[in-house]
């Protein structure tokens, strides 16, 4: 989308695909990160690696 100029939002832009940061708040029952862990996006070109589930 970005090479044909129809990716949406108005510049500077970061797409989802490029996010990083730092995780400021955890819902109840999360267990796999924290506050204060370092996170990233982990998506490919073709898409998620995997269907996402609940667990996650």
Do not use: F
């Amino acid at each position: 989308m970005a090479a044909t100029g129809r990716l949406p939002g108005t510049l500077p832009l970061i797409p989802i695909s490029d996010g990083v940061g730092e995780v400021v708040e955890v819902g109840a029952g999360v267990s796999r990160v924290r506050v204060g862990n370092r996170a990233c996006t982990a998506s490919t070109r073709a898409g998620w690696p995997a269907p996402p589930t609940s667990s996650v």
